[in-house]
């Protein structure tokens, strides 16, 4: 029996993961539960004659462990969905980034391009499966327009070819033009569009190379993607100059986008925003104002999330960077996260596992390193056992999670203090509904 128990205004949450079940007690069932789980036969006893016809419902009899309980052991590298960067530059110069996009215009070899992608299919062939999925990021795809298109145009292709189905997808930064615009919608499924809000608060950060603002182009293209009902979502960053205006940023983004999810994050200072003048906001701040933002999202019909708050998914890992993803960059590396991307970051040490080999067309795997990447999961870190974000959060997003660990600063918000803040609000609003 799998449980945890959260105080809560005198009284106390048990939450019961494995049977996705929540319920209220008080002090002295808190003290019952606590004894059972300690093995205490009499206190288990007493529990079942307790909850009586919720003894199914919360799994007091239950046998065996979770599936969730046992470590995934990394299998053969054969992916077949892969993401590909296809270059360091970008077409904005946003004061946050986690990189440094723009710095450099290094771009994939077109070479690399078409052998990576025969490679995914080949996987996919092999394993008998008639789908896989691609989904460009960068820098920004937008800068490499042409390759974009060429890319596309060559997936099409062997889709053709070999009757498999691919699943596109794009992370941009809206600055496109009219032509641009068109071709996306008609040729990518799906996107996710990075975009801050009202046009003061979003060309404060994200702004054009020459400095001036991108909020004019990115309203633009959301014009266009609603008006051919394109699948997109948004994703907005919050700085500590911005996390007060989080219900406004919704209010605008609801107002002017038909976008079904937004997700805010708080920003992650590596990169141009290591030092770059922009603060992280303070974790307090970040869950006082992100709750204003939902009940605003939630008056529009919309969803907005966070990335450590999930109690609709039950895991034993964050993302698939620990272990199961394949990130391509532009210089052939293989990483785990798209965030860590740059060979010369201290972190491409933990993320980077392989490389592609232009000469054989296939993947080099150190698995030695992929297998540590399989061991980023909560089942080993020791500080998330008793937490009940455990298998949702599941010991929180890899990067950041070791980013704060080996900077020798305090330049992150308290995200543990965000995910329990977030999930316990999703934990109060299973009971309302129940």
Same mark, same amino acid.
């Given at each position: 029996?799998?449980?945890?128990?959260?105080?809560?205004?005198?009284?106390?949450?048990?939450?019961?993961? &494995?049977?996705? %079940?929540?319920?209220?007690?008080?002090?002295?069932?808190?003290?019952?539960?606590?004894?059972?789980?300690?093995?205490?036969?009499?206190?288990?006893?007493?529990?079942?004659?307790?909850?009586?016809?919720?003894?199914?419902?919360?799994?007091?009899?239950?046998?065996?462990?979770?599936?969730?309980?046992?470590?995934?052991? /990394?299998?053969?590298?054969?992916?077949?969905?892969?993401?590909?960067?296809?270059?360091?530059?970008?077409?904005?110069?946003?004061?946050?980034?986690?990189?440094?996009?723009?710095?450099?215009?290094?771009?994939?070899?077109?070479?690399?391009?078409?052998?990576?992608?025969?490679?995914?299919?080949?996987?996919?062939?092999?394993?008998?499966?008639?789908?896989?999925?691609?989904? &460009?990021?960068?820098?920004?795809?937008?800068?490499?327009?042409?390759?974009?298109?060429?890319?596309?145009?060559?997936?099409?292709?062997?889709?053709?070819?070999?009757?498999?189905?691919?699943?596109?997808?794009?992370?941009?930064?809206?600055?496109?033009?009219?032509?641009?615009?068109?071709?996306? %919608?008609?040729?990518?499924?799906?996107?996710?569009?990075?975009?801050?809000?009202?046009?003061?608060?979003?060309?404060?950060?994200?702004?054009?190379?020459?400095?001036?603002?991108?909020?004019?182009?990115?309203?633009?293209?959301?014009?266009?993607?609603?008006?051919?009902?394109?699948?997109?979502?948004?994703?907005?960053?919050? %700085?500590?100059?911005?996390?007060?205006?989080?219900?406004?940023?919704?209010?605008?983004?609801?107002?002017?986008?038909?976008?079904?999810?937004?997700?805010?994050?708080?920003?992650?200072?590596?990169?141009?925003?290591?030092?770059?003048?922009?603060?992280? /906001?303070?974790?307090?701040?970040?869950?006082?104002?992100?709750?204003?933002?939902?009940?605003?999202?939630?008056?529009?019909?919309?969803?907005?999330?966070?990335?450590?708050?999930?109690?609709?998914?039950?895991?034993?890992?964050?993302?698939?960077?620990?272990?199961?993803?394949?990130?391509?960059?532009?210089?052939?590396?293989?990483?785990?996260?798209?965030?860590?991307?740059?060979?010369?970051?201290?972190?491409?040490?933990?993320?980077?596992?392989?490389?592609?080999?232009?000469?054989?067309?296939?993947?080099?795997?150190?698995?030695?390193?992929?297998?540590?990447?399989?061991?980023?999961?909560?089942?080993?870190?020791?500080?998330?056992?008793?937490?009940?974000?455990?298998?949702?959060?599941?010991?929180?997003?890899?990067?950041?999670?070791?980013?704060?660990?080996?900077?020798?600063?305090?330049?992150?918000?308290?995200?543990? &203090?965000?995910?329990?803040?977030?999930?316990?609000?999703?934990?109060?609003?299973?009971?309302?509904?129940?």
């Amino acid at each position: 029996m799998e449980v945890f128990t959260i105080p809560h205004q005198g009284q106390h949450i048990f939450y019961f993961p &494995f049977r996705h %079940t929540v319920i209220l007690g008080n002090a002295a069932l808190a003290n019952l539960v606590g004894q059972a789980n300690k093995g205490d036969a009499s206190a288990l006893q007493r529990l079942r004659e307790t909850l009586g016809d919720k003894c199914d419902d919360v799994g007091v009899d239950e046998p065996g462990e979770h599936h969730l309980c046992a470590r995934q052991q /990394p299998g053969q590298f054969r992916p077949t969905t892969v993401s590909l960067l296809l270059t360091e530059d970008c077409t904005l110069r946003c004061r946050y980034c986690y990189a440094h996009g723009g710095k450099s215009r290094q771009t994939i070899p077109w070479d690399m391009v078409t052998g990576v992608i025969d490679r995914i299919f080949a996987n996919a062939a092999s394993a008998g499966q008639k789908t896989m999925a691609v989904n &460009f990021h960068g820098g920004d795809p937008g800068a490499v327009w042409p390759l974009f298109v060429r890319t596309r145009d060559y997936l099409r292709d062997r889709e053709r070819d070999l009757g498999i189905h691919v699943l596109t997808s794009v992370g941009s930064n809206g600055v496109l033009d009219p032509a641009q615009r068109l071709w996306l %919608t008609e040729n990518i499924d799906s996107a996710t569009l990075s975009v801050d809000g009202p046009p003061d608060i979003h060309d404060s950060n994200r702004i054009l190379p020459d400095g001036s603002p991108s909020s004019a182009l990115v309203m633009k293209t959301i014009e266009h993607f609603d008006q051919v009902k394109f699948r997109y979502a948004i994703r907005s960053t919050i %700085t500590a100059a911005t996390v007060s205006h989080m219900d406004e940023i919704a209010q605008f983004l609801c107002t002017n986008s038909a976008a079904r999810k937004i997700q805010m994050e708080p920003m992650f200072p590596r990169g141009r925003a290591d030092g770059g003048g922009v603060r992280t /906001p303070d974790a307090q701040d970040f869950v006082d104002n992100f709750r204003k933002a939902r009940k605003v999202a939630a008056a529009f019909g919309r969803t907005l999330s966070y990335s450590g708050a999930r109690l609709d998914v039950l895991t034993n890992i964050f993302c698939k960077a620990c272990g199961d993803s394949a990130v391509v960059t532009p210089s052939g590396d293989i990483t785990s996260c798209y965030e860590i991307a740059d060979a010369n970051d201290p972190l491409s040490k933990v993320f980077f596992f392989g490389r592609y080999d232009s000469q054989t067309r296939s993947f080099v795997v150190d698995e030695d390193r992929r297998a540590r990447l399989f061991r980023l999961s909560v089942l080993d870190k020791p500080r998330c056992q008793d937490c009940f974000c455990k298998w949702h959060c599941a010991g929180d997003c890899p990067a950041k999670v070791l980013h704060a660990e080996t900077a020798g600063k305090q330049d992150l918000p308290d995200r543990c &203090f965000i995910n329990r803040e977030l999930t316990k609000d999703q934990l109060l609003a299973t009971l309302t509904e129940s």
